[in-house]
């Protein structure tokens, strides 16, 4: 999660930068914020507030130190004590875009939907320079409550926005092939094939989601036409790792089904032959019967 921080060195190096400069200047509520945010890609929660505890001291109701708060909060998976601080943070700041995002993520987790929804809403509206990921997000979130076309349109302005990034285009594809548009979003891997430095991914996506829709003849032409494609690349080329995962990809695929073995005949079992059993004659001895006769 180190994304900021990385850029400038690790962040054990800059916490102890930041720490060098609150000594020499302790009253500085700013350097505490500073060094919270340190604390939170680092995912250090509990850092992060008592560093905010002590900015709070030098300057009660700082815009940076509850936003960073309503984070770590929700970091350690305090979502109800989250949602109180950004709930706050947004009575004073409505359009503030990072306290909207942080709060739609929070009540996402909280499963209430609507107001979840609303926030993303507002929050890619409000950002003056929305991030692909931002388009992402939001998509995702009202393809989980059921928005999907809306969905699709959120993808289609951040596609209009930055062109054909691959990680809208996948998610656009995800929704529309999940919604049973697939001719929308064949088009979309077609558009992307085009372009793309390498085209093999894009032609084993497109074989594939030929398959997922039902379509098994198209796609074993597209299997067909991507190992053809394969087999003319220069030598080198072919063999690369990747290539030859796509190249295996294909030849399974291509390959005859392989017929299930037919069930062994059962075993045939003959019974024993009989035993005739002996005859046993038993001869009992005559019984003398007493005299009676005196």
Not at 171 to 181: C, D, P, R, S, V
Not at 228 to 241: I, K, W
Not at 254 to 262: D, E, F, H, Q
Request: glycine share 4%; net charge negative; charged share 20%.
């Amino acid at each position: 999660m180190l994304t900021n921080a990385a850029a400038h060195g690790t962040y054990h190096d800059l916490v102890a930068m930041v720490s060098a400069q609150i000594e020499k200047e302790p009253d500085n509520a700013d350097l505490y914020v500073k060094r919270s945010r340190l604390h939170l890609e680092h995912e250090d929660w509990k850092a992060v507030l008592i560093d905010l505890e002590r900015a709070d001291r030098l300057a009660p109701g700082m815009l940076e130190s509850d936003l960073v708060r309503g984070e770590a909060l929700a970091l350690a998976g305090h979502w109800e004590a989250a949602l109180a601080v950004l709930n706050d943070l947004l009575k004073a700041h409505a359009d503030q875009p990072q306290g909207l995002l942080q709060r739609a993520r929070v009540l996402k987790q909280l499963k209430q939907d609507e107001p979840c929804l609303n926030d993303y809403r507002l929050a890619l509206e409000k950002t003056p320079h929305p991030e692909p990921d931002l388009f992402n997000e939001t998509a995702e979130a009202l393809m989980a409550c059921g928005h999907g076309e809306e969905a699709v349109q959120v993808l289609q302005r951040g596609l209009k926005a930055f062109g054909s990034v691959p990680s809208l285009v996948l998610k656009a594809m995800e929704i529309e092939t999940a919604a049973g548009h697939y001719d929308a979003a064949l088009s979309r891997i077609d558009a992307m094939q085009q372009t793309a430095p390498r085209p093999e991914p894009w032609m084993a996506k497109r074989a594939q989601l030929l398959a997922q829709a039902g379509r098994h003849e198209a796609s074993r032409a597209a299997w067909q036409a991507l190992a053809m494609h394969l087999a003319a690349l220069p030598n080198l080329e072919r063999g690369s790792h990747a290539m030859s995962k796509f190249a295996e990809q294909a030849a399974a695929n291509l390959a005859p089904p392989v017929a299930p073995a037919a069930p062994a005949p059962a075993p045939s079992i003959t019974p024993p032959p009989a035993v005739a059993t002996p005859s046993i004659s038993i001869t009992t001895p005559p019984v003398a019967l007493p005299n009676s006769s005196r």
